[in-house]
């Protein structure tokens, strides 16, 4: 199952970052949850792992490439000087801007894929995701072994 769900998500990646490309963009699909969730409001990489679902590890490093890139920038917390909060850059707006539109049209292109496949994609993956997040795999498979024995 972890093979096919990584092929999976590289060949929705590959086809993105080929759109990207093709669109002038010099911006990886891996950038997308960081994006939006700015856009949508997180300020912090704790509030963008909240809302993306993704590693405090792969989120600091995705913010990271983008910092360099110039897409976004690093401003001190006026509650906490210690913190930082993330926000874009002029670039980094005006990407977003480009990609906003473009979002739209991935969503519908799910929705093609969905109905090609005849399985609510988006729905599965969601719901499969809030069962492991209740129960794990690793309790799954030790309470499966303990039938076995």
Same mark, same amino acid.
């Given at each position: 199952?972890?093979?096919?769900? #990584? =092929?999976?998500?590289?060949?929705? %990646?590959?086809?993105?970052? @080929?759109?990207?490309? %093709?669109?002038?963009? %010099?911006?990886?699909? #891996? =950038?997308?949850?960081?994006?939006?969730?700015?856009?949508?409001? $997180?300020?912090? &990489?704790?509030?963008? @792992?909240?809302? /993306?679902?993704?590693?405090?590890? $792969?989120? /600091? *490093? @995705?913010?990271?490439?983008?910092? *360099? *890139? +110039?897409?976004?920038?690093?401003?001190?917390?006026?509650?906490?000087?210690?913190?930082?909060?993330?926000?874009?850059?002029?670039? +980094?707006?005006?990407?977003?801007? #480009?990609?906003?539109?473009?979002? /739209?049209?991935?969503?519908?292109?799910?929705?093609?894929?969905?109905?090609?496949? !005849?399985?609510?994609?988006?729905? &599965?993956?969601?719901?499969?995701?809030?069962?492991?997040?209740?129960? !794990?795999?690793?309790?799954?498979? @030790?309470?499966?072994?303990?039938?076995?024995?």
């Amino acid at each position: 199952m972890g093979e096919l769900l #990584r =092929y999976t998500a590289e060949l929705v %990646d590959q086809g993105a970052e @080929t759109v990207y490309r %093709d669109m002038g963009l %010099d911006y990886r699909a #891996r =950038y997308t949850p960081v994006m939006r969730a700015i856009a949508g409001g $997180a300020r912090t &990489v704790g509030e963008i @792992t909240d809302a /993306s679902r993704l590693t405090q590890g $792969a989120i /600091s *490093q @995705t913010v990271g490439l983008m910092i *360099q *890139q +110039g897409l976004l920038e690093r401003l001190p917390m006026a509650e906490d000087a210690r913190k930082s909060a993330l926000a874009f850059t002029a670039d +980094g707006r005006a990407l977003l801007r #480009r990609l906003e539109p473009h979002w /739209s049209l991935v969503f519908e292109a799910i929705g093609t894929l969905e109905a090609e496949i !005849g399985h609510p994609l988006l729905d &599965v993956l969601e719901a499969t995701a809030s069962a492991l997040e209740h129960k !794990g795999f690793a309790a799954r498979l @030790t309470e499966v072994r303990g039938l076995h024995r």
